[in-house]
């Protein structure tokens, strides 16, 4: 299920996502040029996945994505805000007959504010769009011209249509892009065809309008009158004290889950080498390691799993059940039984397990956690994964999580 997500965002998203620059040249005094002058950063509102989908009254959200139509979870993602960087998402059953997906972000460097970036960022998008709607891409999608919208600062929006092997239209979806001081904020809503009928473009346009007024309106607030947000199950635990545990900075949170199971996920990037004209936040290190010029850096996923089994299910798993699943992971490898942690729990490989209440948990981490640094210095080592210190990890990070989930409760 997540595979398509990403896939789809990939292609659909393009023209919004906001592209972190490049590093500028370093001046030298060969050339002669002036040293850039730094700028005063905006003052950006720390904006969470979390924040963004609470954004949403929920009487809208119903009314744009039917509650008897669901075919999929709820997706939230962002950042963990610097000074100069923020970004949060929210996706409302993608996938589904209709599905709707929020981002917001602002992003400035030493030498340029988060408002000229977004100025800059908003004219390339629309520039990209009207050259959406010369050709139809490889997918299929075919995209009308932008059209001016009355949000924020600047706003337009486009349609896109994609033609299925009857020849017909099967998909259609409308989206917003917005300017607003510093954020960039990118409204899309699809439907699907359902019972031989596509939705019309005007529905999705009104339905995307609605939702541009809220979070037009929710950036716009001043952050002290912001109420914070606990993220969920996943704010059980905090970035710090996930960093505690591992090695680097935790760069990156994100969600996913319905009313009975969430995953929670947490990106740890090393940030040696990073400057502010360098924004890096993400890369993908479960098949090798992060490598910025000389540098290597370290870096890995950690996950949380959490399955509400209810009464009925804990009870079945403390009467038995929780020794025939331990015994089933000692056919591939050792388990070896924890105390002091939740009403029962296990350790196996690089994965640790917890009954807790109601609540059944799996942590486990995708990555290295020692080695690292600048190569050919002395005592460089390569990025590896040490199994013993990474389940010392995931046992302290269990003990915080789930005291985390009992205040939570």
């Not at 740890?268 to 924004?279: A, C, F, K, P, S």
């Not at 929780?322 to 070896?336: E, F, G, Q, S």
Request: charged share 20%.
């Amino acid at each position: 299920m997540r595979t398509p997500l990403i896939l789809l965002l990939a292609t659909t998203l393009a023209a919004c996502t906001v592209t972190p620059p490049a590093a500028a040249p370093t001046p030298t005094a060969a050339t002669g040029s002036p040293t850039p002058t730094p700028v005063v950063p905006d003052q950006l509102r720390p904006i969470t996945g979390a924040q963004v989908c609470a954004a949403v009254p929920e009487a809208l959200r119903v009314s744009l994505v039917r509650s008897d139509m669901l075919s999929d979870e709820i997706d939230w993602s962002n950042n963990v805000a610097t000074a100069t960087q923020v970004w949060g998402q929210c996706q409302w059953y993608f996938g589904g007959p209709r599905s709707l997906g929020v981002t917001v972000q602002a992003y400035g460097t030493v030498t340029k504010t988060a408002t000229d970036h977004a100025k800059q960022k908003f004219d390339k998008s629309k520039a990209d769009a009207a050259k959406l709607a010369e050709e139809p891409d490889a997918l299929g999608w075919t995209y009308t011209p932008p059209v001016a919208a009355d949000h924020g600062d600047a706003a337009y929006s486009l349609t896109g249509s994609r033609t299925g092997q009857s020849g017909r239209s099967d998909s259609r979806y409308v989206h917003m892009h917005i300017r607003q001081g510093p954020w960039l904020i990118s409204i899309r809503y699809q439907g699907e065809e359902r019972d031989d009928k596509l939705p019309a473009e005007a529905e999705l346009r009104r339905g995307a309008d609605q939702v541009a007024e809220v979070f037009t309106t929710e950036m716009a607030k001043d952050p002290s009158t912001v109420a914070p947000n606990d993220s969920g199950l996943c704010g059980a635990i905090s970035t710090a004290d996930v960093t505690s545990a591992f090695f680097p900075s935790v760069t990156e949170v994100s969600s996913s889950g319905d009313a009975h199971d969430t995953t929670c996920t947490w990106k740890l990037r090393d940030r040696l080498g990073q400057t502010d004209e360098v924004v890096e936040t993400g890369g993908y290190c479960g098949l090798g390691v992060i490598q910025l010029g000389d540098i290597t850096r370290l870096c890995g996923d950690l996950r949380i799993y959490v399955n509400n089994v209810g009464r009925r299910g804990h009870r079945e798993l403390k009467t038995g059940g929780w020794d025939a699943k331990a015994r089933r992971y000692a056919k591939d490898a050792p388990v070896k039984h924890l105390t002091g942690l939740g009403d029962r729990a296990f350790a196996f490989a690089d994965q640790v397990h917890v009954l807790a209440g109601d609540y059944l948990i799996q942590l486990s981490y995708d990555g290295t956690n020692t080695g690292g640094g600048v190569r050919d210095t002395p005592g460089y080592q390569e990025p590896d994964l040490d199994e013993a210190a990474l389940r010392k990890s995931l046992i302290r990070i269990a003990k915080i999580f789930v005291s985390g989930l009992s205040a939570h409760d």
